[in-house]
Structure formats: C-alpha cells, structure tokens
Nanobody, 119 residues
Framework: QVQLVEDGGGSEQAGGTLRLSCAAT????????MGWRRQAPGKEREFVAR????????AYDAYVKGRFTISRDNARNTVYLQMNSLKPEDAAVYYC????????????WGQGTQVTVSS
C-alpha cells in the first residue's frame, strides 16, 4: 500500500508560481512511477505530468510543457510539481498518483490539492 498526501496548493495570480509536493508513505517511493493529474469543475481528470522511478524520464501535457516541471526526491519520498507562469486555465484540483510502471495505470491516488488562479 502507498499513501499519498499533496500539499502546496493555494491561490495565485496569473503569471505567478506555485510548487506542489506529494509525500509518499508505505513503500519506497522510488519503486513507483509518479504523476500529476488535474480536474477542473465540470471536466474530466486530465494528465499533467509524469516521472519514472529514477527521475530521469518525464513527460508533460502540451499545455503545461515549458511552464511546469515535475521532479522527485526519492530520499524524501516526495514528488514535486513546480508551476510557473500560471494561467487561469490551470485552476483545478491537482492529484498526485503512483503507478507500478511508467506510463501504466495509476494504482494509488492522493486526496488532491486545490489550485486557484486569478486573472
């Protein structure tokens, strides 16, 4: 079992920055590929970014590529999402998730953290 707890959400103005963190407990974080997904009101949950267990392979949704950076610190069992140049369209609940394989189905989810971006 893996438990995921997100932190770092909040309110920011357009153009600002936020850094989300996701702390994993239960099993070694490095055993899992990790990802961030988000869900805005009335929309499907969508892919944002993912990272492999070692941290050397990442992927991003085209809309956030170049603005967001996913990283991980396996010694701290924590994954991060640095969000720069925020846009109102980035407002959503952001979820951290863990998968046994990079690109695979997510097996564990955090509770989500709200990000609000004002124009």
């Amino acid at each position: 079992q893996v438990q995921l707890v997100e932190d770092g959400g909040g309110s920011e103005q357009a153009g600002g920055t936020l850094r989300l963190s996701c702390a994993a407990t239960g099993r070694t974080c490095s055993s899992y590929a990790m990802g961030w997904r988000r869900q805005a009101p009335g929309k499907e949950r969508e892919f944002v970014a993912r990272i492999n267990g070692g941290g050397g392979i990442t992927a991003y949704d085209a809309y956030v590529k170049g603005r967001f950076t996913i990283s991980r610190d396996n010694a701290r069992n924590t994954v991060y999402l640095q969000m720069n140049s925020l846009k109102p369209e980035d407002a959503a609940v952001y979820y951290c998730a863990a998968a046994r394989y990079y690109g695979g189905q997510y097996d564990y989810w955090g509770q989500g953290t709200q990000v609000t971006v004002s124009s």
